[in-house]
């Protein structure tokens, strides 16, 4: 039973700041490829940012590099996005998953067996 709950979303003007969760439980991170990815209303889900199992070095698609920050407590069994100077268009329902995969680079959503629920982030003022 692999489960991944993302918490920390909510409501915030352009500018703020939040930081989401993904506690994970029947599994341990350290084995595991962890992506956070979102979705907007009416758009394709896309990936946010990841940290594979091959360098361990956390990698952002453009939209978002210099403003969110991923982590991992290996001890704590959790993932983290940092996200800083949110913008509208970073508006969306934010989801981690996880995987097995060993790889250098981020993959495709659709590479991904094991998912959250996801937490909503609105930035709007």
């Known amino acids: 039973q692999l489960q991944l709950v993302e918490s920390g979303g909510g409501l915030v003007q352009p500018g703020g700041s939040l930081r989401l969760s993904c506690v994970a439980s029947?599994?341990?991170?350290?084995?595991?490829?962890i992506g956070w990815f979102r979705q907007a209303p009416g758009k394709e889900r896309e990936g946010v940012s990841c940290?594979?199992?091959?360098?361990?070095?956390?990698k952002y698609v453009d939209s978002v590099k210099g403003r969110f920050t991923m982590s991992r407590d290996l001890a704590k069994n959790t993932a983290y996005l940092q996200m800083n100077d949110l913008k509208p268009e970073d508006t969306g329902v934010y989801y981690c998953a996880a995987d097995r995969l060993f790889t250098y680079n981020c993959r495709e959503g659709s590479d991904y067996d094991h998912w959250g629920r996801g937490t909503q982030v609105t930035v709007s003022s």
């Open positions: 940290i594979s199992r091959g360098d361990g070095i956390p």
């Open positions: 029947g599994f341990t991170f350290d084995y595991y490829a």
